[in-house]
């Protein structure tokens, strides 16, 4: 009975090393073959750094960008050529010539774009602005978004498109005005907005695009307001690609 104990506790020995073995020399195949014969298998493995590698390196194809907002009653910025002109209410005005590779833009009067090729440039000029006065919560310079954003340009053009469907609609451009027969007794003519380029392809379509992404969509909105698309139909002014959920008319009896 000893004998038959000491004979089974041998063969369980036996048999865990054998699997320890197998083991280590299945791991050691398998790391011999990522780096030898599989080496896309190995790049994979470090997806982590192979994904900030490709960040790092597509970032440096475009402009990197901050963004501040000057806050508070009588605190307002301005561009004039070179300098960046600040008027920080109590702390008095102030002014900060732009260093070379960094371009400024003041796309109102109390926010300002840093951007440059160089993410070290942005990040000095960003910290001489943001020096300027300590955002209190109630004014100062206060930093919008965190970190450094990547831009492909600082100047983007938006763009909508809109589509006249229906029996005789029609739009043409007038000087700075846009003309719409869209069904009425009388044409619909409506101002172009400041900064806004409207441009007819074709008898109905038109094509608004602009800097300014907030007067582009509020130029479109203006003219789809005047025939939005019903839902028999679809008759109106659309927006290019937006769906119009149809209802079934009635049916005689």
Known sequence: MENTRLLLT?????????????????????????????????????????????RSTSANAGLFLKKFQVVGVNHDVALEGKNVNFNLGTTGPATLQVPEGVEVRVPRKNEILIASQTKDKVLEFAQQVQDLKEDSGKEGVRRVGKGVRVVDTLDPVHEKKLKLVGVGYRAAVKGNTIVLNIGYSHPVTLPILEGVKIECPSNTEITISGKSSWAVGQMAYNIREWRKPEPYKGKGIKYEGERILMKEGKRKK
């Open 10 to 54: 041998g063969l369980l020995a036996l048999a865990a090393f054998l699997t320890i073995a197998e083991t280590s020399r299945t791991g050691a195949t398998l790391g011999a073959s990522l780096q030898v014969s599989n080496p896309v298998a190995l790049s994979r493995c470090v997806t982590p750094f192979t994904r900030s590698l490709q």
